[in-house]
């Protein structure tokens, strides 16, 4: 199992804009196989802040999903980015 996640930083004005743009590239990505999450939500307490979550079966499936193509994006700029690739060997409940 793949986990990408993360921190996007953009200017607090640009982050419902940012929001509202990746929507689609959400559901597309859900749809996809092999992904088992996929979520760009809102920081409850920091305004310029985007928490990235993704879960996915394999490294294909999600390079894959980066590789088919998409919705053409109008993205405010990032101020800073903070995500990373995680491999997963065992899941265990909590």
Do not use: K
Not at 52 to 64: F, Q
Request: with cysteine; aromatic share 6%.
């Amino acid at each position: 199992m793949i986990i990408i996640a993360g921190t996007l930083h953009v200017d607090p004005s640009d982050r419902d804009r940012y929001l509202a743009a990746v929507t689609e590239v959400t559901r597309l990505a859900r749809q996809a196989p092999g992904c088992q999450d996929f979520a760009q939500a809102p920081d409850p307490l920091d305004a310029g802040r985007i928490n990235v979550y993704e879960r996915w079966d394999s490294d294909e499936d999600l390079d894959h999903f980066r590789t088919s193509g998409g919705p053409e994006l109008d993205l405010p700029p990032l101020r800073h980015a903070e995500v990373n690739r995680y491999r997963i060997s065992a899941v265990e409940a909590p």
